[in-house]
């Protein structure tokens, strides 16, 4: 399984604007089928991020398109930086599990 990237970074975002960012999960496991999870953000901020696209349980054959994720992110405060991950699971032996790092942050 191949991620990326592995940071999602929202910057200087006025209160109530939203915006989306997106990382893509590949196989690159050899005639074998990918599966797995996406997991809901989790960790303090995890209020203000969403999985807006993409699909949240995959199945990716080898050589395909592979899956985009899809994240939305909306500011709690001006000033204020959230922060949060996305975890995901799969059948990969070699790396069965994966996080991406959210981090926003609102404009002043």
């Known amino acids: 399984m191949m991620v990326s990237p592995h940071q999602l970074k929202f ?20 005639n074998k089928t990918l599966v797995g999870d996406v997991v809901n953000p989790s960790g303090p901020g995890a209020a203000q991020f969403e999985i807006v696209g993409g699909l949240t ?5 080898q050589g395909g398109p ?12 001006p000033g204020a930086t959230d922060t949060a991950t ?13 996080t991406v790092g959210l981090t926003g942050k609102g404009k002043k």
């Open 11 to 30: 910057s200087d975002l006025k209160p109530g604007v939203k915006r989306v960012e997106h990382f893509k999960i590949s196989n690159t496991m050899k």
């Open 57 to 61: 349980h995959f199945s990716l054959p």
């Open 66 to 77: 592979g899956d985009e994720i899809k994240v939305q992110y909306t500011p709690s405060a």
């Open 86 to 98: 996305i975890a995901i699971i799969s059948s990969d032996p070699t790396q069965h599990s994966f």
